[in-house]
């Protein structure tokens, strides 16, 4: 009898699952709901009741949001939830100072197009309406860890808000717990405009680069940026609109070339993840990568922050910090 019920359990999880894939909000819900006990088992097996334990379920909550299109046997969701609690949890009992691999969980292709990423992610309107919620200290290390491909970790998010790693889990802690209330309440509300934000970045960037390379980044930045644009790196300012223009010009002139993995976008926060392409006779001139991060005051850009970062290695996905 146990095995029958086991298999009912299975296909109703695999019709929730697919259900939740194609932006049913109530269906992610109830998922979480019936496989909160054996969620929570393994927290506090890792953990022990508490504050962490319940940290590590909103977290895990918040990955399953982000990441429920890359389940890929939806009858099997229940062990890929506790596999994302575990890993987690073990990022709590250690020193945070490596991206733990998560396996069963594959790294988005970078051959991927925009348009199929926004389609497998379709509950994103709603996620990002409880983000744009958020306070600006919040907001960005939200953004960063549970949307970015390469900025996830605690370290690299505390270089690019320029901030120690405590203030960092702090700030997280808080956001979860805030989004956990906003997520529910905002659950029935119809959120269409995220998806055409990226769309329209994606765009941007591409156009962006392409303008740069002719010679025209100064009319982009007259046009698309706010006139006290601020340029940051690391926490520190480094200038304004000369400084942006130099610099582009400087790694245009060496040969240097950008090209957009991934973008993440809404009303007050957008984030370019490049590749960055040195010179053929100069391989080893720039880093791997860097992300632009943006935050907009009536549509333009007022404050650009700089942030380079690593290319990440085949099957590596940032979840644990």
Do not use: K
């Not at 860890?145 to 808080?174: D, E, H, K, M």
């Not at 644009?229 to 942006?244: P, Q």
């Amino acid at each position: 009898m146990n095995t029958v019920v086991t298999e009912v359990e299975r296909a109703e999880d695999a019709v929730l699952t697919l259900a939740a894939q194609g932006g049913d909000v109530a269906a992610l819900a109830q998922l979480l709901e019936r496989h909160r006990p054996g969620m929570r088992a393994v927290a506090v097996s890792l953990l022990g009741p508490g504050p962490d334990a319940d940290d590590v379920m909103q977290e895990a909550a918040l990955v399953a949001l982000r990441r429920i299109g890359d389940v890929r046997n939806p009858a099997a969701v229940g062990p890929w939830l506790r596999m994302v609690v575990r890993n987690a949890g073990r990022a709590v009992l250690r020193d945070a100072r490596r991206i733990e691999p998560v396996a069963d969980v594959p790294t988005p292709s970078l051959s991927i197009t925009p348009e199929q990423v926004l389609d497998r992610h379709t509950m994103r309107d709603w996620i990002w309406e409880a983000v744009e919620a958020l306070s600006p200290a919040l907001q960005l290390p939200v953004v960063l860890r549970y949307f970015s491909l390469r900025l996830t970790s605690y370290q690299q998010i505390a270089r690019a808000c320029g901030i120690p790693v405590g203030t960092v889990r702090s700030r997280l802690s808080q956001a979860r717990t805030r989004l956990a209330r906003t997520l529910e309440a905002t659950a029935e509300g119809a959120h269409s405009e995220a998806r055409a934000w990226t769309g329209a970045a994606w765009a941007e960037a591409r156009a962006t680069l392409v303008a740069a390379e002719r010679g025209e980044f100064a009319t982009v930045v007259a046009d698309r940026y706010a006139w006290d644009v601020s340029l940051h790196a690391g926490g520190e300012l480094l200038g304004g609109t000369g400084l942006l223009l130099a610099g582009m010009d400087s790694d245009l002139s060496a040969g240097v070339r950008q090209r957009p993995v991934h973008v993440i976008a809404g009303r007050s926060l957008m984030v370019w993840e490049m590749d960055l392409i040195s010179p053929p006779d100069a391989p080893d001139h720039c880093p791997p990568g860097v992300a632009w991060i943006m935050t907009l005051r009536q549509g333009r850009v007022d404050r650009l922050t700089l942030c380079h970062t690593p290319r990440p290695r085949s099957g590596d996905e940032g979840v644990a910090g």
